[in-house]
């Protein structure tokens, strides 16, 4: 069983920067990919980015450009660096892992951009 704890969030004017993290329980070397989903009120979760162990990652296109995904595997530790963030961005952001056939979540971030 994997816990992910995720931190960082908060409330920022448009424009500003945020970095989320997760960390997880244990180790996150098995844990393939992980990443980054959000819910804005009235919306479904969306996926934001994700990262493989191995290092590749994924986008959504609004992310694109804006937001950089990585994890320390040292660290058990993934994060979300989003820079020049846009009202629009406002959501819970989740962090989720995966090792086949387990999904894990955890209880979520709020972030909201001001404008």
């Known amino acids: 069983q994997v816990q992910l704890v995720e931190s960082g969030g908060g409330l920022v004017q448009a424009g500003g920067s945020l970095r989320l993290s997760c960390a997880a329980s244990?180790?996150?070397?098995?844990?393939?990919?992980m990443g980054w989903y959000r819910q804005a009120p009235g919306k479904q979760r969306e996926r934001v980015a994700t990262?493989?162990?191995?290092?590749?990652?994924y986008y959504s296109d609004s992310a694109k450009g804006r937001f950089t995904i990585s994890r320390d595997n040292a660290k058990n530790t993934m994060y979300l660096q989003m820079n020049s963030l846009k009202p629009e961005d406002t959501a819970v952001y989740y962090c989720?892992?995966?090792?086949?056939?387990?999904?894990?979540w955890g209880q979520g971030t709020q972030v909201t951009v001001s404008s």
């Open positions: 989720n892992a995966q090792t086949p056939p387990f999904d894990y």
């Open positions: 244990g180790s996150i070397f098995r844990l393939n990919p």
């Open positions: 990262i493989t162990s191995g290092g590749t990652t």
